[in-house]
């Protein structure tokens, strides 16, 4: 029983990961738009939030690519 809640935990850990990439991906994206309207409307303020917000999307990617990479059986399914 504990291996299969092992599994099951493993199969979150890969969840979460994903979710993470995608969040990740929204945020740095938020991130390039604030920038670049920053840019254009030659506000510094908002063109320095953007690039800290792209650093944490990049960040919340690679956070979730190391929970997905942690699953050593991606796509197992033992239910």
Do not use: C, V
Request: net charge positive; aromatic share 2%; proline share 3%.
């Amino acid at each position: 029983m504990h291996n299969r809640d092992q599994h099951r935990d493993q199969r979150d850990m890969a969840t979460e990961g994903m979710k993470d990439q995608l969040k990740g991906i929204a945020k740095e994206a938020e991130g390039r738009i604030r920038d670049a309207a920053g840019g254009l409307t030659g506000d510094t303020s908002q063109q320095l939030k953007g690039k800290g917000q792209k650093l944490k999307g990049k960040i919340q990617q690679k956070i979730g690519k190391a929970k997905q990479d942690a699953d050593p059986n991606p796509g197992y399914d033992d239910a």
